[in-house]
């Protein structure tokens, strides 16, 4: 079992920054790759970008590239996303997953999900 949890959510104007952080547990090892995904009140879920967890590769969405920057701190088993120049179309619940069974790169399921973190950016 993987078990996953989002922090560093919270209300930013428009222009601001804020990092999240995903912590896993459990059986970490088995970990491929951490991805972030949000969802914006009245819309499907999306991705956002994923760190390979070994090699540290990353895959980033057209639609946050150059503002959000995914890393990772091994020793924490810890992921971060670190989000700069925020718009209100940020506004999302923000969710950090877990690939254990894909080994696809980037892949494209997810087996362990957290229950998520809000990010509200104000205008």
């Known amino acids: 079992q993987v078990q996953l949890v989002e922090s560093g959510g919270g209300l930013v104007q428009a222009g601001g920054s804020l990092r999240l952080s995903c912590a896993a547990s459990?059986?970490?090892?088995?970990?491929?790759?951490m991805g972030w995904f949000r969802q914006a009140p009245g819309k499907e879920r999306e991705f956002v970008g994923a760190?390979?967890?070994?090699?540290?590769?990353?895959y980033y969405a057209n639609s946050v590239k150059g503002r959000f920057t995914i890393s990772r701190d091994n020793a924490k088993n810890t992921v971060y996303l670190q989000m700069n120049s925020l718009k209100p179309e940020d506004t999302a619940v923000y969710y950090c997953?877990?690939?254990?069974?894909?080994?696809?790169?980037?892949?494209?399921?997810?087996?362990?999900w957290g229950e998520g973190t809000q990010v509200t950016v104000s205008s």
């Open positions: 760190i390979l967890w070994s090699g540290g590769n990353t």
């Open positions: 997953a877990a690939p254990v069974r894909d080994r696809r790169w980037p892949p494209l399921q997810y087996d362990y």
């Open positions: 459990g059986r970490t090892f088995s970990i491929y790759a």
